[in-house]
């Protein structure tokens, strides 16, 4: 997995670069979403709520079903009603769903646009049908481009794909429907665990941590 000085060094050898969205280009605070979910649940399940959400909940097979396209948008609400005991309609959860959804910086946006002079780009997310509509919403108001496949040559899915990150099958799809060149194509996360299954099909990964600043360290690193 390379650092940035690393990349410094190597990056005239990348043709090719696949974003993430979340925590990369997009940001997000899952507590946002925690947050909206309290104020939607019964008052008596607030503090069991609490409970299932320090235990890891969020990783429950369903999310997991819903992010590759396995149950529909009414299901998952469903789930998430029984869950965490929501007094809700399916459009109040969706909204709270999406609370986790934040920012999109425009120095992102603009490092994006001046990569794909010279790179060819693409995004592959971890990421659901309620959500890639408002991130593109998002996006479209801040920025006027109208979905994430206007940013890119091309932007993959995981609830598309019916597969998702850290699967290695997902990564090589992209690699073979793009006869791209593993060595030369550069895979940017904010999950490590993601950047590692990249590297197990022969991607180069670069892991990003990101702040709420408007900034990633990688947008300033990479333009050196």
Known sequence: MKNFTEYQVSRHQIKNIIFDLGGVVINIDWQLTVA???????????????????????????????????????????????????????????????????DVPANRIELINNLRNTHRTFVLS???????????????KAHGVTTYDDLVEKAYYSHLMNKRKPWPEIYQQIIDENELNPAETLFIDDNVENIQAANSVGLQGLHVVPNLNGSVQFFNEILV
């Open 126 to 140: 971890n990421t659901n049908a309620i959500h890639i509509e408002e991130a593109n919403n998002i996006l479209h």
């Open 36 to 102: 909206a979910f309290q104020k939607l649940a019964k008052p008596e399940f607030k503090a069991q709520n609490e409970d299932l959400i320090q235990k890891g909940t969020y990783k429950a097979q369903f999310f997991i079903d819903y992010e590759i396209g396995s149950i529909n948008d009414a299901t998952f609400c469903q789930h998430l009603r029984d869950t965490f005991h929501l007094d809700a309609n399916d459009a109040q959860i969706s909204e709270a769903w999406n609370a986790l959804l934040m």
